[in-house]
């Protein structure tokens, strides 16, 4: 300014001196925008994606799947069926995912480990069903999405990208065949066991123990997902499948709704060395809210902020690159005070940005959190897939059927009873009832 009034006449003055006020008034405007910002308004501009929610199943369990009887545009936090006084582990419904500024949701097909061995098939096959005809039913409010750009698509035309996940292994019943045909039919993840081992891998109830790990089948099946373009989900498997698995996938995983181990000790959640390995594989950790995995043993009750510290935790060790939200509504019957609901995303976005934890949250980080970085590994599963699109073909592995024989032992289960495919001609003759 100095430089400028030595060569200036008082109309030059008053240009200058008018032109700063104006300055002055677009840097506040700027000043005061930037302040005004909510962490929520990263829900505005990247979609909000969510990892898991278990609706699909309480269909099932409440309604037999019946449609007509459910009517998902209500609030229904006070249903008689429905509302919190009469289901546990229910948290959902059209207003509130609305009011939550839920961009796209990976919608559950679960199916118990009871049915193992049994009708499991059949009964995921009745779950992506139902997931498919809630998407017809309430067509102004949610789109099916089956690639990454979907999900992008879905959410300009303001509606809720819904995706299917096949939650456990036991839903393939060891058959490559089956977990083609789920792709075929939109699934577009699935999570390697529930809380049950396969034949061919072990579930997370093994603890940092084994019983098969990944089994060379198990190795078939990650490999046909990479091939097909399915997320590997790993949230459910023990640790050493984890590891396991990382050391072998050509592409990015998921974990679709786990936490962090070294803050809640319990082998649901994700243990630091792991968290090293997703980073390395590029993939995504999406936080689960369940008030059992993000505080355990501290006699309190469960708070937004547990769920905040797992976020940071993440963070902090592996990078803004790898977090997401995989809350479980539905599918736990106890959440942390302030997440009570699918409404309540927005209000976790805006107390990040308002923590003053080091580093702060940028807006940035926050879209990827919120569902930029799901994106990119979906992206990436697809980029994978179309690369083997040309060298590989439908991979014919077919299970031991010993591997399963053994492993219908290990829960009591008569070997063979509910076969008969050819592999179990030998185990049939000498384990199975005579018809
Ligand atoms: C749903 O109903 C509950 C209880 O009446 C109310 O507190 C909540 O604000 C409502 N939510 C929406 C999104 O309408
Ligand atoms: C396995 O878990 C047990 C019990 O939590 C612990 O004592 C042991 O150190 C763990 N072993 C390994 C190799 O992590
Ligand atoms: C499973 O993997 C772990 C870690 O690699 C290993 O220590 C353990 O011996 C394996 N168990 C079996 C049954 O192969
Ligand atoms: C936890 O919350 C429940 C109700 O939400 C309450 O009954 C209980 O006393 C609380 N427990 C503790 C330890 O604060
Ligand atoms: C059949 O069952 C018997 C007794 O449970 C067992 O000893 C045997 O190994 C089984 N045979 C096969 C082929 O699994
Ligand atoms: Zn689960």
Not at 158 to 170: A, D, L, R, T
Request: glycine letters at 6%; proline letters at 3%.
């Amino acid at each position: 300014m100095e430089v400028w009034t030595k060569y200036c006449c008082g109309k030059m003055m008053y240009v200058t001196v008018f032109s700063s006020v104006i300055l002055l008034v677009i840097g506040l405007a700027i000043g005061l925008s930037v302040n005004n910002f909510k962490g929520s308004d990263a829900l505005d501009s990247a979609p909000l994606i969510d990892g898991h929610n278990d609706l699909p199943f309480n269909i099932y369990e409440i309604l037999n799947n019946n449609l007509d009887e459910f009517d998902f545009t209500k609030n229904l936090t006070d249903d008689k069926l429905w509302g919190k006084k009469a289901c546990k582990s229910c948290f959902t419904d059209l207003p509130r995912l609305r009011k939550g500024k839920i961009g796209a949701q990976f919608w559950v097909a679960y199916v118990p480990c009871s049915s193992q061995y049994m009708d499991a098939v059949q009964l995921t096959m009745r779950q992506i069903d139902v997931i498919k005809r809630l998407v017809v039913k309430y067509s102004n409010d949610m789109q099916f999405v089956t690639e990454a750009k979907g999900i992008e698509e879905a959410w300009k035309n303001k509606k809720i990208g819904s995706m299917i996940g096949v939650e456990g292994g036991h839903s393939i019943d060891s058959s490559l065949a089956v977990l083609r045909l789920y792709y075929e039919l939109g699934a577009r993840y699935m999570t390697l066991t529930h809380s049950c081992n396969t034949p061919w891998a072990d579930a997370s109830t093994v603890n940092n123990g084994s019983v098969h790990n990944l089994t060379e089948f198990g190795e078939a099946v990650v490999h046909e997902m990479n091939r097909l373009g399915m997320l590997v989900d790993l949230s459910h498997v023990s640790h050493n499948v984890m590891r396991r698995v990382l050391s072998i996938t050509k592409a990015p995983v998921i974990f679709s709704h786990s936490s962090v181990f070294s803050i809640c000790k319990i082998y649901r959640n994700v243990p630091d060395d792991v968290l090293n390995m997703v980073k390395n594989n590029n993939g995504v950790v999406m936080v689960n809210f369940y008030s059992s995995f993000v505080n355990c043993n501290s006699g309190r009750n469960a708070t937004m902020q547990d769920v905040i510290d797992h976020i940071n935790y993440i963070r902090k060790l592996i990078g803004p690159d790898h977090v997401g939200i995989g809350a479980d509504y539905d599918g736990v019957t106890s959440v942390p005070q302030g997440l009570e609901d699918v409404s309540k995303y927005p209000d976790l976005f805006d107390r990040l940005y308002e923590s003053n934890v080091e580093p702060r949250w940028t807006k940035e980080d926050l879209e990827k959190l919120a569902g930029r970085n799901l994106i990119r590994v979906f992206k990436a599963v697809e980029g994978v897939r179309d690369s083997l699109a040309k060298t590989e073909h439908p991979r014919q592995d077919i299970i031991n059927a010993k591997d399963i024989s053994e492993d219908q032992k290990a829960i009591n289960m008569k070997p063979g009873l509910c076969y008969t495919a050819k592999e179990w001609d030998g185990i049939k003759s000498t384990n199975k009832t005579s018809q």
